[in-house]
């Protein structure tokens, strides 16, 4: 054991004041009347140079005041658990609270008066991720860690209840987002338990503004989102962009929805259902039923679920089509089984188009006329799927570099929404543009005046339309610069 040198000497510890990490801390202390903590799991995704850390070490610094618990700190690597880790907790923790030989600088084990310890650990190696029930533990720029690492500690955390908490910074939509930032928010993902706050690099007091407004201007758009704005950034090429953002609906916007779908929520049980479906033995079995509305196309149930036998599909899919009356099927046409074990349970599916990127092209094209309805209260895991939809980095052995192929990974709602799509014959048509003032925006008391204005203008029968071309005055002036002495000036001929 030796003694460390480099703690909190003074005992005194202050954080400038940031709205989430003191959102954190008070979370951090709520429990039920029974003791146990209101949330078991904490994510922190905040941009860089943010105080994830420093906040993350002085959480780990309260539960180890808490008298004969055992903890858990944990940094991706060994270089990043002793160059910030353990640095940022040896900060916090006062000099009072250690013994004479508390520290064990074999283990990278800390023993306390309380009889508590705090265990720092890599997660380099998921396997070393296995140990004696804790009582909690942090893990600092989880980004990097691995999601089998976590997989293997957690069973650690059974046998006390113990609760996490996750500092890092935003890499896209990756296994730490799924797993504790959305389950954090509200909506379908949600769950009990699970708390979440995310923040930019401007939100901690000590970063100087003009230090993020240089990297602002110098930095990659969608990288300085990610790093300093902590934004969730796909960098890959995405297949529908921001097209589709603006056809989403959320489950709050009901007026907007109403605006655009008067009939919400009870449509007519005569319009068109069709029932796109994704087979597969390898992936989820996935199912998009999408409804034929006089606005667009609304998708509006969903299924997908992983190794259950047809009967369990075909029941779940026929579910999907209850109480509709034009039900219709449609399913990647090289399905052969799949067509025979559907059609066994009274499910006689169309063939679809199974190109990829006709489908998509489709698809495409309702979205950007703005007549598909994205209803996330009906449809989230379909909504999610669309947004993480894209194009794969990397051509495989036997492609040519550039080639455009689809990153296959949760995309089996939007395959099935594309067979459901091929299945339309019908396209959408562009709004006819409206040229002049919308009669709808005309005041009432004005009215009068507006239809005399559009009455004269009005070109009667028998009236010449004095286009550019006929006008009489057009060929009075010659054209030659040449024939006169002068030149042209604003359209104007001046003679010298």
Known sequence: MGRITSSNLSGNFT????????????????????GIHKYHRYGIFAGRRGGKTAIGAVAAVIKASEPNT?????????????????????????????????????????TLKNGSKVAFRSAVD??????????????????????????????????HRGIAWFTTS????????????????????????????????????????????????????????????????????????????ACIFHPHEIERIRKHLPWYPNPNRDWPLIIGMDPGADHPFGATAILVTPEGLVPWREYRRRLSAYQDHAANVREMAQGF?????????????????????QINASAAENSVLLG??????????????????????????????????????DEERGTERVFKLDDDLCDALRYGTMLWPELPTKPVPLVG??????PEELRWAWEREQKCDKVQDGET??????????????????????????GIFHPQ
């Open 15 to 34: 954080l400038k004041y940031n709205p989430y990490q003191q959102a954190f801390l008070n979370a951090l202390q709520q429990r039920w009347e029974d």
């Open 70 to 110: 055992l903890g858990w700190c944990i940094a991706p690597t060994y270089p990043e658990l002793h160059d910030y880790v353990i640095p940022a907790f040896f900060r916090v923790i006062p000099n009072a609270w250690i013994p004479r030989n508390g520290w064990s600088a074999e283990f990278n084990e800390l």
């Open 126 to 159: 998921p396997e070393r991720m296995r140990g004696p029930g804790c009582h909690c533990a942090w893990l600092d720029e989880c980004r990097k860690i691995k999601k089998l690492a976590w997989d293997t500690f957690r069973p650690a955390l059974t046998e």
């Open 170 to 245: 935003p890499n896209g939509y990756d296994w730490a987002y799924k797993a504790f930032y959305r389950r954090a928010m509200p909506g379908y993902y949600q769950k009990p338990g699970y708390w979440a706050c995310r923040y930019k690099t401007s939100d901690n007091p000590v970063i100087p503004r003009e230090e993020i407004e240089e990297a602002r201007e110098t930095m990659d758009e969608a990288f300085f989102r990610q790093e300093y704005e902590a934004e969730f950034v796909r960098f890959e090429g995405s297949i529908y962009g921001d097209t589709i953002h």
């Open 325 to 345: 009356t034009d039900v219709r099927y449609a399913m990647d046409r090289t399905a052969t089984q799949a067509f025979i074990e559907m059609a066994t349970h």
């Open 360 to 397: 998509i092209q489709r698809v495409q094209s309702w979205l950007r006329t703005r007549k598909m309805f994205l209803l996330e209260s009906h449809v989230p895991m379909l909504v999610e799927e669309m947004t993480n939809y894209h194009w794969h980095d990397a051509p495989r052995a």
């Open 437 to 442: 003032r919308d009669p709808s925006t005309v």
């Open 465 to 490: 339309d004095w286009t550019e071309d006929m006008t009489p005055m057009h060929d009075f002036f010659a054209h030659d610069s040449n024939q006169f002495e002068g030149g042209y000036e604003g």
